[in-house]
């Protein structure tokens, strides 16, 4: 019951987590619209590894989710 309560607590902080992402994503991708020349470069190495984790798990889910089909 408690492993369920502490799940549900956290799941309601990664959602407002992955909103925020979301928005930092758009608002990252009309700059570059805006301006492609301009690179952006990651100066934050966690932040990088959080990328290439969800890359890593985009990958593997549309790949689990193409096996299914």
Excluded: W
Excluded at 30 to 42: G, I, W
Aim: proline content about 3%; charged content about 20%.
């Amino acid at each position: 019951m408690l492993k369920k309560s502490l799940f549900g607590i956290a799941q309601k902080y990664l959602n407002v987590l992955v909103c925020q992402d979301i928005q930092m994503m758009e608002e990252e991708q009309l700059a570059y619209l805006l301006c492609p020349e301009r690179q952006n470069y990651e100066l934050d190495p966690a932040l990088a590894s959080v990328t290439r984790l969800m890359r890593h798990q985009v990958a593997k889910n549309t790949a689990d989710f193409s096996a299914l089909s």
